[in-house]
Antibody, heavy 121, light 113 residues
Framework: EVQLVESGGGLIKPAGSLRLSCAAS????????MNWVRQAPGKGLEWVGR??????????DYAAPVEGRVTISRDDSRNTLYLQVNSLKTEDTAVYYC????????????WGRGTMVSVSS | DIVMTQSPDSLAVSLGERATINCKSS????????????LAWYQQKPGQPPKLLIY???TRESGVPDRFSGSGSGTDFTLTISSLQAEDVAVYYC?????????FGLGTRLEIK
């Protein structure tokens, strides 16, 4: 069964840091382009960033609101995706989802159930 | 950034009736070299992650009921549910993947009348 399971969320104070993980199973993780998408409480979906497969260069792209504060990385030996977020702001409060990309598109075909990050003093 | 504008914000439709959701992009998402529209539709039910319904504007994802269909090209797109079922109550999002940043519409909430 194809599965993505996020972890690492919690309550963090402003200016703090956090690393989220996404454990993948049921597919060839090393071949997948992976994305992070977030959803603030009661709000819509916001793309955070992506990392290409190593065979496609392993490069990253980020959304402007998080660029400079966020790093996406992957460990293909562990089938795990990471999201490091620094200098957390209250507006970073959201459910963070990891997703795979349908090959040949940038449509997100598999989603994890998400992990909640709350930034508050 | 490509801005995705959905309409209406919310919609109430009777069971068995047709539901239509519109999505307009601020610039064309049609890639002329392959004639594909880089547009997807998602369904999100309460407490669940989004689910991919449609990609390339009109290609149904595997396992998605055929009452869901997507149409349109360039900047104007439509998601149609031909005969609304109770389990279709959800928020629906369009997304463009033509360029970075990938952007979503604000969503359309679909309810039963």
């Amino acid at each position: 069964e194809v599965q993505l399971v996020e972890s690492g969320g919690g309550l963090i104070k402003p200016a703090g840091s956090l690393r989220l993980s996404c454990a993948a199973s049921g597919f060839t993780f090393g071949n997948a382009w992976m994305n992070w998408v977030r959803q603030a409480p009661g709000k819509g979906l916001e793309w955070v960033g992506r990392i290409k497969s190593e065979t496609d260069g392993g490069t990253t792209d980020y959304a402007a609101p998080v660029e400079g504060r966020v790093t996406i990385s992957r460990d293909d030996s562990r089938n795990t995706l990471y999201l490091q977020v620094n200098s957390l702001k209250t507006e970073d409060t959201a459910v963070y989802y990891c997703t795979t990309v349908r090959r040949g598109t940038n449509a997100f075909d598999i989603w994890g159930r998400g992990t909640m990050v709350s930034v508050s003093s | 950034d490509i801005v995705m504008t959905q309409s209406p914000d919310s919609l109430a439709v009777s069971l068995g009736e047709r539901a239509t959701i519109n999505c307009k992009s601020s610039q064309s998402v049609l890639y002329s070299s392959n004639n594909n529209n880089y547009l997807a539709w998602y369904q999100q039910k309460p407490g669940q992650p989004p689910k991919l319904l449609i990609y390339w504007a009109s290609t149904r994802e595997s396992g998605v009921p055929d009452r869901f269909s997507g149409s349109g090209s360039g900047t104007d797109f439509t998601l149609t549910i031909s005969s609304l079922q109770a389990e279709d109550v959800a928020v629906y999002y369009c997304q463009q993947y033509y360029g970075l940043p990938i952007t979503f519409g604000l969503g359309t909430r679909l309810e039963i009348k």
